[in-house]
């Protein structure tokens, strides 16, 4: 089992960065292909970012690809988003999700064993 905790989310303006870190303890955490959800009010829970559990494969939603990276420190236990060029449509609730079951992270979140408690990234105009 892991357990997972998001930080880094706040209020930036368009354009602006951020970036979010999600901190693993439990054991294991190589064992876990990770990703990055969002969601905003409204709207169901969707994918934006994966990494493999070596890190030596990442996957990243078209409407990021330009702007997120997403990058895991093995040693660390921690998994990060870097955000660029934000805009006001990025403004979600951020979850940081573990996969147990899968070498290269899915899409869908039915896919995660465990999910963080999420951290909101709000992008004014």
């Known amino acids: 089992q892991v357990q997972l905790v998001e930080s880094g989310g706040g209020l930036v303006q368009a354009g602006g960065s951020l970036r979010l870190s999600c901190a693993a303890s439990?054991?294991?955490?190589?064992?876990?292909?990770m990703a990055w959800f969002r969601q905003a009010p409204g709207k169901e829970r969707e994918f934006v970012a994966g990494?493999?559990?070596?890190?030596?494969?990442?996957k990243l939603a078209d409407s990021v690809k330009d702007r997120f990276t997403i990058t895991r420190d093995n040693a660390k236990c921690t998994v990060d988003l870097q955000m660029y060029n934000l805009k006001p449509e990025d403004t979600a609730v951020y979850y940081c999700?573990?996969?147990?079951?899968?070498?290269?992270?899915?899409?869908?979140?039915?896919?995660?064993?465990?999910w963080g408690q999420g951290t909101q990234v709000t992008v004014s105009s």
């Open positions: 439990g054991r294991g955490f190589t064992n876990y292909a």
């Open positions: 999700a573990a996969d147990g079951g899968r070498w290269i992270p899915g899409t869908s979140a039915d896919l995660y064993d465990y």
């Open positions: 990494i493999r559990k070596d890190g030596g494969y990442t």
